[in-house]
T-cell receptor, first 112, second 118 residues
Framework: ETGVTQTPRHLVMGMTNKKSLKCEQHLGHNAMYWYKQSAKKPLELMFVYNFKEQTENNSVPSRFSPECPNSSHLFLHLHTLQPEDSALYLC???????????FGQGTRLTVV | AQTVTQSQPEMSVQEAETVTLSCTYDTSESDYYLFWYKQPPSRQMILVIRQEAYKQQNATENRFSVNFQKAAKSFSLKISDSQLGDAAMYFCAYRSPPSGGGADGLTFGKGTHLIIQP
């Protein structure tokens, strides 16, 4: 049990589907993150939320839409994705900038 | 922008031996944090060790230690007495002070795949 839980663990979706990834942290942290991990590439930071407010969007296409209803929950809404969006999507949380980030086990997304 | 470089895509070591994974980074900041994370096949990213840039002393965590050379912007990880359970992808990561209020994300290297030979 890491304190950061992601669901689902695996997701296969068509390019016209709409789906959502969910992340929940039980650590009392005030910052949450979405990362994308593709083969042969470094982890890419997608979004950062601090105290439920989005503070960073790393030029992510609008087909990815984050939502942070409270400091414990983070969603990533997906629509009209492309096959190149297939990747492992990792959620993380941290207390502040000086502490380490705790990661969930990720959602393996396949777009067909 | 900060960059993190791991020049070894793959490393192999015999069980019980010592291995060093290299990491260099580029930054104009003087205060920052560096991390090594381990990602086994289960995909869980697990913190191995953390180094604060303003601390001269190298961080140590049991069999894991770092060689932090601030002037050279180098942050290598040494694993002593390697065990089969150490087999994983190892990622070096950098975090700078936040630009505004709150935390910013980590910048990761591409990772090093560590193989432990029994």
């Amino acid at each position: 049990e890491t304190g950061v839980t992601q669901t689902p663990r695996h997701l296969v979706m068509g390019m016209t589907n709409k789906k959502s990834l969910k992340c929940e942290q039980h650590l009392g942290h005030n910052a949450m993150y979405w990362y994308k991990q593709s083969a042969k590439k470094p982890l890419e930071l997608m979004f950062v939320y601090n105290f439920k407010e989005q503070t960073e969007n790393n030029s992510v296409p609008s087909r990815f839409s984050p939502e942070c209803p409270n400091s414990s929950h983070l969603f990533l809404h997906l629509h009209t994705l492309q096959p190149e969006d297939s990747a492992l999507y990792l959620c993380a949380s941290s207390q502040d900038w000086a502490t380490e980030a705790f990661f969930g086990q990720g959602t393996r997304l396949t777009v067909v | 922008a900060q960059t993190v470089t791991q020049s070894q895509p793959e490393m192999s070591v015999q069980e019980a031996e010592t291995v060093t994974l290299s990491c260099t980074y580029d930054t104009s900041e003087s205060d920052y944090y560096l991390f090594w994370y381990k990602q086994p096949p289960s995909r869980q990213m697990i913190l191995v060790i953390r180094q604060e840039a303003y601390k001269q002393q190298n961080a140590t965590e049991n069999r894991f230690s770092v060689n932090f050379q601030k002037a050279a912007k180098s942050f290598s990880l040494k694993i002593s007495d390697s065990q089969l359970g150490d087999a994983a992808m190892y990622f070096c990561a950098y975090r700078s002070p936040p630009s505004g209020g709150g935390a910013d994300g980590l910048t990761f290297g591409k990772g090093t795949h560590l193989i432990i030979q029994p």
